[in-house]
C-alpha cells in the first residue's frame, strides 16, 4: 500500500508561484508513473501533468507554466507552478500508477493523495 501526502498548497496573487510537493511512503515509488490533477469548484477532476523514467507529460493548459519532478532519494514528487492565474485554482492531487501506464486517465491510477487547496487571487 502506498500512503500519498500533499503540501505546499496555498494563497497566492496571480503571476505568483508555488511548488507543491507529495511524500509518498509504504513502498518506493522510483519504477511507478506519478501525476498530478486538479479539480476547480463546480468541474470534474482534470489531468495536470505526468512524470515517468521516459519524460513527462503536460496536459496544454500548463505547459510552459508547471514543471513536475521526482527526488526517488526522497520518494517525492514535486509540481512547480508558475505564472499562476485564477483559472488554476482547484484542490490538486498527487496519484501513483505502479504500472507506469503515464496516462492522463484517473482510473489508471491506483494511490491518491488527500489533496492540497490552491487558490490564486486577482
Known amino acids: 500500500q502506498v500512503r500519498l501526502v500533499e503540501s505546499g498548497g496555498g494563497l497566492v496573487q496571480a503571476g505568483g508561484s508555488l511548488r507543491l510537493s507529495c511524500a509518498a511512503s509504504?513502498?518506493?515509488?522510483?519504477?511507478?508513473?506519478m501525476a498530478w490533477f486538479r479539480q476547480a469548484p463546480g468541474k470534474e477532476r482534470e489531468f495536470v501533468a505526468a512524470i515517468r523514467w521516459s519524460g513527462a507529460n503536460y496536459a496544454d493548459f500548463v505547459k510552459g507554466r508547471f514543471t513536475i519532478s521526482r527526488d526517488n532519494a526522497k520518494n517525492t514528487v514535486y509540481l512547480q507552478m508558475n505564472s499562476l492565474n485564477v483559472e488554476d485554482t482547484a484542490v490538486y492531487y498527487c496519484?501513483?500508477?505502479?504500472?507506469?501506464?503515464?496516462?492522463?486517465?484517473?482510473?489508471?491510477?491506483?494511490?491518491w493523495g488527500q489533496g492540497t487547496q490552491v487558490t490564486v487571487s486577482r
Open positions: 496519484a501513483a500508477d505502479p504500472y507506469n501506464s503515464y496516462t492522463v486517465v484517473q482510473a489508471d491510477y491506483d494511490y
Open positions: 509504504g513502498r518506493t515509488i522510483s519504477s511507478y508513473a
